[in-house]
């Protein structure tokens, strides 16, 4: 078989199965315009006036619909209304995060910043509560930091540098 037959049938079948990937992965998503193979719908996007775009296919497939930024899709919720029923009447389902692997990697999933779910909720109560009970809101936490700082410098000045 010639070298360039086989290299244009390679081609169409990663085509195609990239075609395939992503319309599979399309029925729980909302609708939104088609992208293209790898980079998406980056070229129907004004890069100096994203919200105009935005805007614009708001106008043609509704105020929640789906861009694929490069092979990744992103869900855009467009206008006041959307936004609203999203975070009030529905504000469990959206009160997760984004996942980004190399902090997770960092902090196994800790953090009061780049946790999720449970772990994220009794993080933060453990933070609420120990800060309340140095005092937070109140004037006495300054003063109880400068004490601590006064430790921590006197604990380093006896390492002597070592």
């Not at 390679?10 to 085509?15: E, G, R, T, V, Y």
């Not at 009061?112 to 936490?141: A, P, Q």
């Not at 700082?149 to 380093?156: I, K, M, T, W």
Request: one cysteine or more; proline letters at 6%; glycine letters at 10%.
């Amino acid at each position: 078989m010639d070298p360039a037959v086989a290299l244009v049938l390679c081609l169409s079948c990663l085509l195609l199965l990239s075609l395939w990937r992503q319309s599979s992965g399309r029925g729980k998503l909302p609708p939104g315009p088609t992208p293209l193979p790898i980079i998406g719908n980056i070229l129907q996007l004004d890069i100096k006036d994203i919200s105009k775009s935005l805007t614009n296919l708001s106008k043609a497939y509704g105020p929640v619909f789906t861009v694929y930024l490069g092979m990744m899709p992103a869900v855009v919720l467009h206008g006041y209304e959307a936004v609203k029923e999203a975070l009030i009447d529905h504000g469990e389902e959206f009160s997760g995060r984004g996942s980004f692997p190399l902090v997770e990697r960092a902090n196994r999933g800790y953090g009061v910043v780049f946790s999720n779910g449970n772990r994220w909720k009794e993080i933060r109560r453990f933070s609420l509560m120990t800060l309340r009970n140095f005092g937070m809101g109140k004037r006495s936490i300054e003063e109880r930091v400068q004490e601590e700082a006064c430790c921590l410098v006197e604990e380093l000045r006896k390492t002597k540098g070592e």
